[in-house]
C-alpha cells in the first residue's frame, strides 16, 4: 500500500488532460505533477486517495526531449500556467491528444481531431486580467493568483500570459489600495472590502476598462482613485465597481455601478467593430479569436441564403463575424448587458438583417421557433464550460437544422453532448484552437450534419 512521503522511481506512461503525468506503482495509478510521458523520474508521494495518488518530482532520472526550462520564477507556485515546463508545439500536441481522449472515452470510438492551430507569439495573451484582493506579507492588499488548491496568493511583478497594459495598471492600481490602506474583503468574517479586480484591454484600441468588485458600495477615496488611475492611464475608459455582498466563489454580483466613463470599451475583431461592457463576455485571447471564428464560419459552408441561429452568443460576436453570408441572423444569450451589446455591435458594423434576444437557450430558443415560427438552417452553439443543456440540445434537434457547429471550451460536456446530438447528426468535423497557451484549456470548434 503507497503511504505519503514514500519515494518510487518510476517510468510516465501517459499524461492526463491537465497535462499531469501519469505513473503506475503495482497497478496503482499515481498522477505527478509537470512530469512528460516518457520521463524516468523519481518522485515523492504528497496524497493517497482510495484509487490514486499524487506526487511531485524530486529528481528527473530520463528528461522528454519537450521539456524546457520554466520561462517565469513563480511558474512552480502559481496556479495560472500548468504547461511552462514543456515546449510550446508539444503542448499543442498533448491538449489535441488529451481532447481526442476524452471524446473517444464518451463516444467509444476513435475521434481524430483534423488540426490544432497554435498563436505564433504565445506570450502576454490574454486581454483580461482578474486578479482577487488578498493580504500580502506587509499585511495590506494587494492583488496576485491563488496557489493551486489554496487561498495563499503568490504576488509578481510580471506576467508572461497577461497584456502588459492590463498588468501595468494593476500595479498602480495596487499601490493606490496599499497607500490608502483599502481593506480585503475576509471569506470568514464577510467584512473587508476589496474583493477582485478585473481590467479589460480592447488590444486594437487601446482602450482599458477597470472593474472593481467590492463588498460594499462606498469605496473610500472613490473621487481620488478614479483620478489616479485615469491620469496614469488615459487609456482607460471605464471605470466601474460591483457590488458582490454574498458569500460565494462566484465573482460577480448582481449590480454594477459606472463610476467613470463611457460605460463600454471598444476592440475589433477581423473588420468588426465590438464594443464591450463590464457584464458582457468577451473572449480573452483576441488573436487566436478571429481564427477560432474564422473556423466557425468555415466549417459552415455559408452561402448568404441561410437563416443562422447564434446561441450563447454574449456580444453578438460569431453571428456578426458571420454576418456577411448569411440571410438572417438570431443571438440568443442570458446576460441582458450583452444583449444591449450586440444590438449596439450589429448597429456599429452596419448589419440590418439580425436581432438579438435576452434568455435562457433552453426557454429563449423554443420561444423563437414556436412563437415566433422561425426556422433555422445553421445553428452556431458557444456553450459556457458546463456545456448546452439537455432541453436546448432536444431543441435543437426539434428544429433540425442542417448544420451545427458547436464551439466549445471544455472537450468532456462537448463529447456529452455530441453524444446527445449524434441520434440526429454526424459528426463530420473537429478542429481546436488554442486560446490558452501553456494552460490545459484548449477550445474545440465541431460541425455536426443532419443525418
Ligand atoms: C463561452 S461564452 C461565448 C460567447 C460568445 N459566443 C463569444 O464568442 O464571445 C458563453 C456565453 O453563454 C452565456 N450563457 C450562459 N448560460 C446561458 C444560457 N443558459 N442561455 C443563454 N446564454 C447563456 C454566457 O453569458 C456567455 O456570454
Avoid: W
Wanted: with cysteine.
Amino acid at each position: 500500500m503507497i503511504q505519503k512521503n514514500e519515494i518510487y522511481e518510476v517510468e510516465i506512461i501517459d499524461n492526463g488532460f491537465m497535462g499531469e503525468g501519469i505513473a503506475k506503482v503495482d497497478g496503482f495509478t499515481i498522477f505527478v505533477k509537470d512530469a512528460i510521458r516518457g520521463e524516468r523520474v523519481k518522485i515523492k508521494i504528497l496524497k493517497v486517495v482510495s484509487s490514486h495518488a499524487f506526487a511531485k518530482i524530486e529528481e528527473i532520472i530520463e528528461k522528454s526531449p519537450s521539456r524546457v526550462e520554466p520561462d517565469c520564477d513563480i511558474y512552480s507556485m502559481c496556479g495560472g500556467c500548468t504547461l511552462r515546463h514543456m515546449n510550446y508545439f508539444d503542448t499543442l500536441m498533448l491538449k489535441k491528444e488529451a481532447a481526442e481522449n476524452t471524446l473517444k472515452k464518451e463516444l467509444k470510438r476513435d475521434i481524430i481531431i483534423d488540426e490544432i492551430i497554435g498563436m505564433e507569439d504565445p506570450l502576454y495573451y490574454r486581454n483580461k486580467l482578474e486578479m482577487p484582493f488578498a493580504k500580502g506579507k506587509d499585511g495590506k492588499a494587494t492583488i496576485g493568483f491563488f496557489k493551486p488548491r489554496t487561498h495563499e496568493i503568490v504576488e509578481t511583478d510580471n506576467c508572461l500570459i497577461h497584456n502588459e497594459k492590463t498588468f501595468s495598471l494593476a500595479k498602480d492600481i495596487v499601490k493606490f489600495v496599499k497607500d490608502k490602506n483599502l481593506s480585503v474583503y475576509n471569506e470568514e468574517t464577510g467584512e473587508g472590502l476589496l474583493r477582485h479586480l478585473i481590467i479589460r484591454i480592447g488590444i486594437h484600441t487601446g482602450e482599458l476598462m477597470v472593474l472593481f468588485v467590492v463588498n460594499e458600495e462606498k469605496i473610500p477615496h472613490e473621487k481620488e482613485l478614479i483620478d489616479y488611475i485615469t491620469d496614469l492611464h488615459p487609456e482607460v475608459k471605464v471605470i466601474a465597481k460591483n457590488i458582490n455582498d454574498k458569500n460565494t466563489n462566484v465573482i460577480l454580483g448582481k449590480r454594477t455601478i459606472s463610476i467613470f466613463g463611457t460605460g463600454y470599451i471598444e476592440d475589433t475583431i477581423g473588420k468588426f467593430k465590438f464594443r464591450i461592457s463590464p457584464r458582457s463576455f468577451y473572449q480573452v485571447n483576441p488573436v487566436q479569436v478571429e481564427k477560432l471564428y474564422q473556423k466557425a464560419v468555415d466549417l459552415a459552408e455559408l452561402t448568404g441564403e441561410e437563416t443562422v441561429f447564434d446561441l450563447y452568443c454574449g456580444i453578438g460576436t460569431i453571428g456578426i463575424f458571420a454576418s456577411d453570408k448569411v440571410k438572417k441572423l438570431y443571438g440568443i444569450e442570458t446576460v441582458d448587458a450583452a444583449i444591449i451589446d450586440a444590438r449596439e455591435n450589429a448597429k456599429l458594423n452596419g448589419i440590418e438583417n439580425a436581432e438579438f434576444f435576452t434568455g435562457d437557450v433552453e426557454y429563449a430558443l423554443k420561444d423563437l421557433v414556436e412563437k415566433q415560427k422561425v426556422k433555422a438552417d445553421v445553428i452556431f452553439v458557444d456553450p459556457p464550460r458546463r456545456g448546452c443543456d439537455k432541453e436546448a440540445l432536444d431543441t435543437i434537434m426539434k428544429i433540425a437544422p442542417e448544420k451545427v457547429v458547436y464551439v466549445s471550451c471544455n472537450p468532456a460536456t462537448l463529447a456529452r453532448d455530441i453524444g446527445i446530438l449524434e441520434e440526429k447528426y454526424h459528426l463530420e468535423k473537429i478542429s481546436a484552437v488554442d486560446m490558452f497557451p501553456y494552460t490545459s484549456h484548449v477550445e474545440c470548434v465541431t460541425i455536426l450534419e443532419r443525418k
